[in-house]
């Protein structure tokens, strides 16, 4: 089955921590990029970091570098997001995506052909 799946979402004060994970099924693993997007209550999707499994190159959005890192485990078939001193504004809903942004694209939806259901991230002041 070609899919991802999300875990690791929870509650946290601001300036803790969380690790989300995305299991990813071997159809997808090591043959697309991988990225994380989030989505808060009125506000579109955006992306915040993009792996390349087969390479190893990462990219993140500005708001989030210095604070959050995208790594893999390979044995695992798993991607992670370390997401370190936390903001109010980072609470949204966490996906994970995969699929081939050529050209630059990193946080474009629509060059994503499969997603994840999303884990919810929550930060209280």
């Known amino acids: 089955q070609v899919q991802v799946v999300e875990s690791g979402g929870g509650s946290v004060q601001a300036g803790g921590s969380l690790r989300l994970s995305c299991a990813a099924s071997s159809a997808i693993y090591g043959r697309y990029y991988m990225a994380w997007f989030r989505q808060a209550p009125g506000k579109e999707r955006e992306g915040v970091a993009v792996?390349?499994?087969?390479?190893?190159?990462?990219y993140y959005t500005d708001s989030v570098k210095g604070r959050f890192t995208i790594s893999q485990d390979n044995a695992k078939k798993t991607l992670y997001l370390q997401m370190n001193s936390l903001k109010p504004e980072d609470a949204a809903m966490y996906y994970c995506a995969a699929g081939r942004p050529y050209g630059g694209a990193w946080f474009t939806e629509s060059v994503y052909d499969f997603w994840g259901q999303g884990t919810q991230v929550t930060v209280s002041p």
């Open positions: 792996l390349y499994t087969s390479g190893g190159d990462t």
